[in-house]
């Protein structure tokens, strides 16, 4: 018997807030509650969550490199295939985390368009939201094709298909 998770399960994400000099502890937490549940509302299954402080903000991967590497092993120690953080990530920066962990690397705002869409009732809702996430894809087009989790904001909910 294997511990992978199974094939068609959720997808298992770490998710990781951050608490800079613009917010306290108490409110870098109650933000990372929140992005739990709008994880779990797009199908996630969220296995740890982190609020992390941020001192100086790294150009590469936002974290520095001793804590991007802690939280990669975190990561996939507890078999996830997602890490989705709180505040948005530079599309450098994103690749950066993918290619360092191998996981599918995602922002708040990325689940918040996967809700979107999943919500989306008529057609011209959903060719406006279809818009948004075309746009804030074009700097990040790679992700559908060699994403090892199979979940994609949009991608995973239709949005935009007839």
């Known amino acids: 018997m294997s511990n992978a998770p199974a094939h068609n399960a959720a997808p298992r994400a770490l998710l990781i807030g951050l608490q800079d000099a613009d917010h306290e502890r108490k409110e870098a937490e109650s933000l990372l509650?929140?992005?739990a549940e709008l994880a779990t509302n797009v199908g996630m299954e969220v296995v740890v969550r982190h609020v992390v402080r941020?001192?100086?903000?790294?150009?590469?991967?936002?974290?520095?490199?001793?804590?991007?590497?802690?939280?990669?092993q975190e990561a996939k120690a507890n078999q996830c295939e997602l890490i989705v953080f709180d505040d948005e990530l530079h599309p450098a920066q994103q690749r950066n985390w993918e290619a360092a962990s191998g996981l599918?690397?995602?922002?708040?705002?990325?689940?918040?368009?996967d809700i979107l869409c999943r919500g989306c009732g008529g057609h011209g809702a959903t060719?406006?939201?279809?818009?948004?996430?075309?746009?804030?894809?074009?700097?990040?087009v790679r992700r559908s094709s060699n994403s090892?989790?199979?979940?994609?904001?949009?991608?995973?909910?239709g949005c935009g298909r007839s």
């Open 33 to 35: 509650e929140e992005l």
């Open 54 to 72: 941020l001192r100086e903000p790294n150009p590469r991967f936002l974290l520095g490199t001793g804590k991007t590497e802690e939280l990669i």
């Open 104 to 113: 599918t690397v995602i922002d708040r705002q990325e689940v918040i368009l």
């Open 127 to 140: 060719c406006r939201v279809s818009a948004v996430a075309a746009r804030r894809s074009v700097v990040r």
């Open 148 to 157: 090892t989790s199979g979940w994609c904001a949009t991608a995973s909910s």
